[in-house]
Nanobody, 117 residues
Framework: QVQLVEFGGGLVQPGESLTISCVASGITFGQYRLSWYRQNPGKEREMVATISGAATNYAQSVKDRFTISKDYAKSTVYLQMNSLKTEDTAVYYC????????????WGQGTQVTVSA
């Protein structure tokens, strides 16, 4: 059974940092492109950051502030968020998408990140 479980969300003030993590089980970690998305009520889910092999890609709104990384040994993907802004407030979701079979596409349950003074 595939599971993606996110950890580390919470309430922070503008300008602060937060790191969220996602632990994967039931998949061969290296066979998946790993991504973080975020969503607010009434809005579409948007891609925040993606890591594929050693290559990373970021939404323009978070570039130079967020860093995605992964640990094969722990089957964990991280999102380090610096200089947080109120507009970064959202539910953050972990995604794993198989390189070879696009039908194998998995989501975590989400973790709330709130940036507020």
């Amino acid at each position: 059974q595939v599971q993606l479980v996110e950890f580390g969300g919470g309430l922070v003030q503008p300008g602060e940092s937060l790191t969220i993590s996602c632990v994967a089980s039931g998949i061969t970690f290296g066979q998946y492109r790993l991504s973080w998305y975020r969503q607010n009520p009434g809005k579409e889910r948007e891609m925040v950051a993606t890591i594929s092999g050693a290559a990373t890609n970021y939404a323009q709104s978070v570039k130079d502030r967020f860093t995605i990384s992964k640990d094969y040994a722990k089957s964990t993907v991280y999102l380090q968020m610096n200089s947080l802004k109120t507009e970064d407030t959202a539910v953050y979701y972990c995604n794993a998408h198989n390189y070879i079979n696009p039908n194998l596409n998995y989501w975590g349950q989400g973790t709330q990140v709130t940036v507020s003074a």
